[in-house]
């Protein structure tokens, strides 16, 4: 069964839910793998894995029509405001998300998590005892959090709490689970990843009775090492990247992989897809062209760990076409606690080639492949001006993906601010949430969000501090109320920019900024842990690789962000707590389906260049292989210059329903 590379929420069945991560000892050759106590922990970390056991079904009903919070005066009185008149919004999404869902799968993962980190111990810390464990735990962080938060956007939180009649505590993990549940939830993937079988390297074989492998007598660089015809040219040691393995590759070539994992790799659940012009064709140990057998090394002797596959096609390749080989496997030991059983199975790994005749350097050939139903596209924004739109006017647009499980798309409410003697502002957030994903400000500053995961939070450092006495709290400024600090206080792109890169975050996040001057900026943070080695950057739409590729744009006058980092490329590659963080790329469920995504994103962007309109900036939104139909959020469509937000949400996808606009006032009055 193949693993979802995206994060599906709504629609994982309750029996499969709360995944083990780990449970079996890390093999010695695998250096990116835990040793000694570390083994139980990604079983406990696996607490953020029940999110996936929010309920997915629920009676079909009329969408909810987009509620509109019009809010004025001081950040207490506003927060009252927000509490009095969504006081049953609030309580429901709280009790739909936290109370009824998350915290009673999180209490289950207790056992496991108390064998490793003994401060969660219930006899020695009783206080997460009786059943409070997962309360506490993101309490914990919260209150981590919440000292990173403004006093205006406490006192807010707090107006909330009174207006509402709930308590403040509520209120505050309403607030901060995002942040928190994303950067624990990165961590167990990760560890997830460790126990499951890795692909240690690929080999292309292209045999000639004439001149023996081709590979190494073509006069090509084929592996874009800078070498040619060198020894073994054929074969690398595998890590995920951004663009092709090899290329102009033979037409004949055969392959051969190395998988590994201590358990064992089961040769029945290998998975090798060919994918030519956008046709997969799938071969399993059932497919003849296919054969996967435990290694067996020159002396004879069989490994215990390592799976060798060959794949031998029956007919040549096409010649200048582009190739991605998808490869998939599980390991052989099945996992019954908790159940339901199950083995464990590694994400998507993609190689990506050409063959002979294409002509272009590695570099220009983006390794995206295609998704074939186990994925979903991500989180994304995009923003345009000037050449790129219908009137040369900015605009952007934002569809966010992640977890709405049924619950998040019924409670969200476009929110106006009317701070006293300061500029207004909008975004579009949640009941009882003093924040959103995608606003705009009176200034003519707009702003959009999406994820992206990274072991560069505060959680990952924690293990290199205290290790055994770590515990799972996320600290720095939660994503929502960064975002509307920029609305607050941001006069431009650029100022909003700089003020994000002054921030500590909390996770792995990023921005896309444009501004009524058409100033368009992509920001993209971590926590920062080795400032030294990798901080946040920022870049606009020129901005280009070592090779004059644009990063993250069509031409001059756009600019788009998935749910994976362009310029923070290695997020993190520092040893923690004696072992090695790759980036994000070797191990997130979004790096290839956000590669897609960009990709086909910066393609409708090119498809309308010229002619973007606010009309059109939604036909993009609703390109279906840029639709995520299981956990959209909301969406929205963003005129800066006319201080104008139009917002979806309500449906699922967000997409599929009308967009409610409202524009704000210009500031200073009467400008």
Sequence with gaps: MQHAEKFHLSRVPRAACCNSVCEKPMSVSQFRRLRCVMLGLPTALTMVLVLAALPSCYTAQPPPKLRVLDLAGTPYQRGVQHGKTLSSEIRSFYTTMLTTSLLPYLNREQPDISAVLKAYDPILHTEYGNGQFSLRLLTDSA??????????????????????QVPYQQVLLLNTFVDSTLATRAVAYYLRTLQAPKLNFVELQAFSNNVGDQLESDGIDNDGDGKTDESKEGRLDYAA???ATFVEVPVNTHFR???????????????????????????TVASPELKAAVYVNPAGIKSTELLEVILKLNNPLPKAAVVTLAVQASDAKIVTNPPPAKARTMRIEQITFTTVGAAKAIDQIPNLGVSDGTTSPTSLAFAVRNSATADAQPLMANHFALLDAGTSHKHCVLQIHRPVGKPPYAFLGWAGVAYGFSGVSSQGVGIAVTQSDTLNNS??????????????????????????????????AVKGAELLLSMQHTFGWNFLIGDAQGELRAVEVHSAVHPDLSKPVAYGPNTTTNLGVLTASVGADDLAIGAHFRQL?????????????????AWSTYYYPSLRTQATLLASIKTHYGKLTVAIAKQVLRVPTLVDRNDSMQATVIEPAKRTIHAAAGNVPATDGEFTAFSLPPWPVGK
Excluded: C, Y
């Excluded at 994992?261 to 029945?268: K, L, N, R, T």
């Design 257 to 283: 992989l190395m998988l590994e994992d201590s358990d064992g790799v089961d040769p029945a659940s290998v998975r090798v897809q060919t994918i030519i012009d956008g046709q997969i064709t799938l071969f």
């Design 459 to 492: 959680i990952a450092i924690q293990f290199e501090k205290d290790q055994l006495n770590a515990k799972l709290v996320t600290s720095g400024m939660p994503v929502g109320f960064a975002a509307r600090q920029v609305l607050e206080q941001a006069t431009s």
């Design 241 to 243: 990247r951004p663009t």
């Design 143 to 164: 209150l981590a959090i919440e000292k990173f938060v403004s006093q205006d956007h406490r006192d807010e939180m707090h107006g909330i709490a009174d207006g509402a």
């Design 569 to 585: 490329a290695t997020d993190i590659d520092e040893p923690v707590f004696a072992f090695l963080i790759p980036p994000q790329r």
